[in-house]
């Protein structure tokens, strides 16, 4: 793409993964004299918005896009895009390289890694922003596995320089055309893969089968065939009625299942806010979705989200603080001969009984359920399977049928007969007796037998 284009695309460059016209906020870090400031903005304002920007500051933009006007992934709504910030200045392999020689070279090693090419690459006045974008957001629910790409593609690129503390969806990125004040160089777009004139969109499911180590079909025949085994055991134990999930996606689905056990009781109470918030936190680790370092931000964030007048104690965290930290480190815990991360991975009961979670709300949850409730979704989850396989076999529905069968419509009665009749007489339609039709033994003439009994008769 010739330069002047690229500087024309570079006015537009948020746009690309944030849509004006979606619910949802994003979010400005600015580098004022006094300091750093973070805003949050409705997207509709977006254009106007970034219009406003003095270029001459530091300026950082949300890449997700937030349900609330508070950059925390707890409040993260969807992300259009993956990323990696390369620190290409601190690679020696970079020096002396202009910015579009470092897209070129990234682009060549992308291209030997088998690894896609990136959409866009932006220089941010040191480093390369490198960005691939989505035909589609992805939504919170599958932050777990955006996370899991993310990762891989940050270790990927890491001879590259990228840089493994810019991978989480609540990143901010340099504005394109603003100062980078170390360097007094202008954030720039550098390169863009086209496809029809436009940056290449990539399908999430495509980058992830390329990116992780296991492909989605590889999980699902391995899925597959332990159901398969399963079927063919003839002496063992009971298998369980809950649905298997990874440990990261079922930590998020936990955590997702509390807030909205908040929003069932109207609000969480006083004394039960501490709790919420260590379970809340607990899960959110364990999804992979922050980290230590990030631990209290995102604490703030779910505290407020209980209560904006409540202030936890942070002492109360420390526990759980020194658990992510070994939990990073890899550590694990051996207790009766099985080994567990540190933090904590309680059975659904547990958390039932500690938040005394009625049926009524479980049946609003998703992950957090008991064994009767799990046995309810399999029985429904199996009789809409088998109502699939039905009507692929070509079968009609009940209502259908009943719709056209004969006791639904009761021919006879149309015909002024009794239903026993109308079956002796062959089951006739209403219009083959409406008229009286000609005899096809005798084509509409008497037979002879009938005539000699007339004239018989008639002597």
């Known amino acids: 793409m010739a330069q002047a284009q690229l500087s024309l695309f570079g006015q537009n460059e948020a746009e690309t993964y944030h849509d004006t016209s979606a619910r949802g906020f994003f979010s400005l870090l600015v580098q004022w004299p006094t300091g750093k400031r973070q805003s949050s903005f409705p997207l509709e304002q977006m254009p106007t918005v970034l219009n406003a920007v003095d270029h001459r500051l530091d300026t950082w933009l949300s890449q997700a896009e937030f349900m609330r006007p508070n950059r925390r992934v707890v409040n993260l709504l969807r992300i259009g895009l993956l990323f990696a910030d390369l620190d290409t200045y601190k690679m020696p ?147 369980g009625n809950l649905r298997t999930f990874s440990g990261r996606q079922l930590a998020w689905d936990r955590l997702e299942d509390l807030r909205k056990l908040g929003q069932l009781r109207g609000g969480i109470n006083e004394g039960e806010r501490m709790r919420h918030l260590f379970w809340r936190l607990n899960f ?55 080994s567990f991360a540190p933090l904590y991975t309680p059975k659904n009961d547990t958390l039932i009984n500690l938040f005394q979670i009625s049926q009524q709300e479980q049946e609003q949850l998703k992950t957090i359920i008991s064994t009767d409730e799990a046995q309810k979704r399999r029985r429904e989850r199996d009789r809409l399977r088998d109502e699939e396989r039905r009507r692929a076999a070509g079968q009609l529905e009940r209502e259908a049928y009943e719709a056209n069968s004969l006791s639904r419509q009761k021919p006879w009665e149309a015909m002024g007969m009794s239903r026993a009749k109308w079956y002796r007489l062959g089951k006739p339609s209403p219009q083959q007796n409406s008229e009286t039709s000609p005899s096809p033994i005798t084509n509409g003439e008497a037979s002879a037998p009938a005539l000699q009994a007339a004239r018989c008769k008639a002597v």
């Open 93 to 239: 392999w970079a020096q002396g390289r202009k910015p579009e020689e470092l897209a070129a070279a990234i682009t060549y090693f992308c291209q030997s890694e088998g690894i896609p090419q990136p959409s866009i690459m932006v220089y941010s006045g040191r480093g390369i922003q490198a960005k691939w974008l989505l035909e589609r957001p992805v939504p919170r629910q599958a932050l777990p596995r955006w996370n899991a790409c993310q990762t891989h593609l940050i270790n990927k690129l890491a001879e590259l320089g990228a840089d493994p503390g810019a991978k989480d969806a609540s990143r901010v990125l340099r504005l394109v055309n603003t100062v980078n004040s170390k360097s007094g160089a202008v954030c720039r777009v550098v390169h863009v893969l086209e496809e029809g004139g436009l940056p290449i969109r990539y399908n999430f499911e495509y980058l992830a089968e390329m990116l992780l180590p296991v492909a989605r079909w590889d999980i699902e025949k391995q899925k597959a065939e332990r159901q398969q085994a399963r079927l063919t055991v003839v002496n063992g134990g009971k298998v």
């Open 284 to 338: 959110l680790l364990l999804s992979g979705a922050t980290n230590s370092a990030q631990m209290y931000h995102e604490a703030a964030a779910l505290s407020s989200e209980l209560d904006t007048r409540w202030s936890y104690r942070s002492k109360e965290l420390m526990t759980l603080y020194s658990k992510a930290k070994s939990y990073e480190a890899g550590e694990r815990v051996e207790f009766g001969g099985k």
